[in-house]
């Protein structure tokens, strides 16, 4: 996120991204902090920053400020800190899906490995219980970390009274500045109304005390897709209802019709360009009312659980930003400048409840950034070098553009594709779904886009993140050495494609 000293970003911008420039030597890195409010002597407490929310952005932010010297409290309603990610989002899905995956392999895969194991079952309770068990070692670890940085925990619901001022349940606090770190929350649908027991969030899908004979997942996203496959693993029959007419439609569309080739290969169901109008409860299930997007003959689909996973929303309610006057956009985000300030002196936002993607990195790298701001530092954040990743398995990974995108905007490009069939380390594993394609510059070969299916591409997406934000070329990829046999060696390969010179196809 922060630049090198020789980055040309950081010259032409007049700063070093490591705050090492000679104007700030030998002095504390917050030397340049100035306060935009005073200090209120009636209230109760006093911060130089006061974050609300203590999701992966808001727990993230308090640390860096703490260690950049601030006095720092943060708001969190729950009883325990992490946000939705970690209570109720990222980590208990993956503890999930990772549980799904070993029974999945127990079940269908050991025995090519000549492992026997006799009779295979699972024990969801004991799932349940290991995934909270995951989940609590995490938000104790960030409680640690607030002590560790001195960081207090303002326990309640947070309202910006005024600029320079939050009530944490009727106390109020002085701030020198504000970040409001709220995260989002699911979308809802008219017609389909919520209990978390038999029509279901994230949320409630995360608990289900046993596993469906058929689950039904309104929205084909990351949320629906991963959580579609836990309990497909498990035995449920999965339907995934999506209005548009592919998956994931921010994905490069190659690899997205590949991706939905795998997962009906592995027995998911898909209804595409089909819209829910309605959903029916009773003790037999729910019944839904689905009809065609572009209009047309309805039906039914009888499902003994719905999951509603049609996207999230920036969670901006009771937060007092009426009265602090704080502006939103059109889609009820809070609306900031280039470095995450608000209309109001002060007051900053980041992560789901502004522009971009709602991913949890992201709104940790911009927790870093605002933090580093406030404090006169001159952070750097590089939006088209953030991954994403569906952690399905395969997984899908991407960074930069797509195809399409490039096409879009009259880039000339070259493509590289390498396939997992033809790496040694995949054909070991028996994990030889998918591919690595690579995008790049036809007159420069700057790495612009990568984009993976396959195994662990959430990891193997890292190299090329790091290749585009120091705006490396497909051959800098191509000529790095990585290590045999290893799944990064179909990046390599990738990379060598992207001019012709694959090596091992």
Not at 183 to 192: A, R
Not at 474 to 496: C, G, I, Q, W, Y
Request: overall charge neutral; proline content about 4%; some cysteine.
């Amino acid at each position: 996120m922060r630049r090198p000293h020789g980055c040309p970003a950081a010259r032409s911008a007049g700063f070093c991204g490591h705050g090492r420039c000679p104007a700030l030597r030998g002095a504390p890195a917050f030397a340049t902090f100035r306060p935009h409010h005073a200090r209120v002597a009636s209230m109760s407490e006093s911060f130089d920053l006061i974050v609300i929310g203590a999701g992966p952005g808001g727990y993230v932010c308090a640390i860096r400020a703490a260690q950049l010297g601030m006095k720092v409290a943060c708001v969190e309603k729950r009883a325990t800190l992490g946000g939705t990610c970690l209570n109720v989002g990222c980590i208990p899905s993956k503890a999930l899906l990772q549980s799904s995956e070993h029974y999945e392999e127990a079940l269908h895969k050991f025995a090519d490995h000549g492992v026997t194991v006799g009779s295979v079952g699972f024990d969801l309770a004991r799932m349940q219980a290991r995934k909270g068990e995951v989940v609590s070692a995490n938000v104790k670890g960030v409680e640690f970390l607030f002590k560790k940085n001195k960081v207090t925990w303002l326990k309640g619901n947070g309202t910006i009274v005024k600029p320079g001022v939050v009530a944490v349940d009727g106390t109020e606090y002085a701030a020198k500045n504000i970040v409001i770190a709220s995260g989002s929350e699911s979308i809802p649908l008219p017609g389909v109304e919520v209990d978390e027991k038999q029509i279901v969030t994230s949320t409630g899908a995360l608990e289900l005390e046993k596993v469906p004979g058929h689950l039904v997942v309104i929205g084909g996203g990351v949320i629906g897709l991963e959580l579609g496959s836990v309990y497909k693993r498990l035995g449920a029959e999965v339907t995934v209802v999506e209005f548009l007419d592919r998956l994931v439609p921010s994905m490069d569309n190659e690899v997205g019709k590949q991706f939905e080739r795998i997962l009906s290969k592995q027995g998911m169901k898909f209804k595409l360009k089909t819209k829910v109008t309605g959903a029916k409860k009773s003790d037999a299930g729910v019944e839904l009312t689905v009809e065609p997007a572009a209009g047309g003959a309805a039906e039914t689909i009888q499902a003994d659980v719905v999951l509603l996973a049609i996207g999230r929303r920036p969670y901006v309610a009771g937060l007092g930003l009426d009265s602090a006057g704080v502006a939103l956009d059109e889609r009820g985000r809070i609306k900031t400048d280039g470095h995450f300030a608000t209309n109001v002196p002060g007051i900053y936002a980041i992560g789901d409840v502004i522009v971009g993607a709602m991913l949890a990195h992201k709104a940790e790298d911009e927790g870093v950034a605002v933090a580093e701001l406030i404090a006169g530092q001159k952070p750097h954040i590089n939006y088209n070098a953030i991954p994403s990743v569906v952690y399905t398995w395969p997984e899908v990974a991407a960074v930069g553009e797509t195809e399409e995108q490039l096409k879009a905007r009259g880039v000339a490009y070259k493509v590289g594709k390498f396939p997992f069939t033809a790496n040694g380390r995949a054909r070991a594993m028996g994990d030889t779904d998918g591919f690595v394609k690579i995008l790049s510059d036809k007159a420069t070969d700057a790495v612009l886009g990568a984009h993976i299916l396959g195994p662990d591409a959430g990891t193997l997406i890292a190299e090329l993140a790091l290749a585009i934000e120091f705006g490396a070329s497909a051959e800098d990829v191509a000529r790095t050495s990585h290590a045999h046999p290893s799944l990064n060696e179909a990046v390599k390969e990738a990379a060598l494609a992207v001019d012709g010179h694959a090596l091992h196809i």
